[in-house]
């Protein structure tokens, strides 16, 4: 009996050690992952600091021409088209692209910007914050290298390189953004109408073809 309870307590405290060594190497792992999100934070570079719920305009050119957005009242409006109404998703979707925009990196030693292509801008980008400041970023040439922009922005002097989809992702034209038109009440009553009218002319003949029997 001594001996079976002396074999269960060793069994007990063995088990104990293993669920503390399992605990001890969760531990180290969530630590571990921790400390390389907060080191690959501190790495990113940032050419925006704008939280998306912060633009109240932004503005950019595609096909020629510039589209100016404009957040009023919550609703968005294109300040060239304003007979329409466009799809609030789609372009809070594009504000958001503003949001805490990072660069590839940073170019020391920059010294004359049209080596870079600005002085023929790829595109030439605005946002305005709640605080009423607005923000110009210039896009410059292609690395060829790398396939990265040159980018400067009006919050400081850096040169920067960003990755192409932020550089030439602002290209949906204002035919993408109008919103679909639902079943108008007129479309409806229209329906309608021409439901009754079916059903009344069903029942005209109906009548005829009941006094032509009885005749």
């Not at 922009?149 to 002097?157: E, K």
Request: proline residues 0%; aromatic residues 10%; hydrophobic residues 35%.
């Amino acid at each position: 009996m001594k001996k079976q309870k002396k074999t269960f307590m060793i069994m007990l405290g063995l088990l104990v050690l293993a669920l503390a060594f399992y605990g001890g190497i969760n531990l180290y792992n969530t630590k571990a992952e921790e400390k390389a999100l907060e080191e690959e934070e501190a790495a990113k570079v940032y050419v925006t600091e704008a939280d998306a719920s912060d633009i109240i305009s932004f503005s950019y050119e595609v096909n020629g021409e510039t589209l100016t957005f404009s957040k009023i009242d919550d609703t968005w409006y294109c300040s060239e088209y304003t007979e329409y109404e466009l799809d609030q998703d789609k372009v809070e979707s594009i504000a958001s692209d503003f949001d805490h925009a990072t660069a590839t990196q940073i170019v020391e030693d920059a010294e004359d910007l049209s080596e870079y292509g600005f002085d023929s801008p790829t595109e030439i980008l605005t946002y305005t914050t709640s605080d009423e400041t607005t923000y110009i970023l210039t896009v410059g040439m292609e690395n060829d290298i790398t396939g990265d922009y040159y980018l400067t922005t009006s919050a400081n002097d850096n040169l920067y390189l960003v990755d192409s989809s932020f550089a030439t992702g602002f290209d949906t034209a204002i035919e993408d953004l109008i919103a679909e038109e639902e079943e108008t009440e007129t479309e409806t009553e229209t329906d309608a109408e021409s439901v009754s009218e079916t059903e009344s002319d069903a029942s005209t003949e109906t009548e005829v073809e009941t006094e032509t029997a009885s005749e």
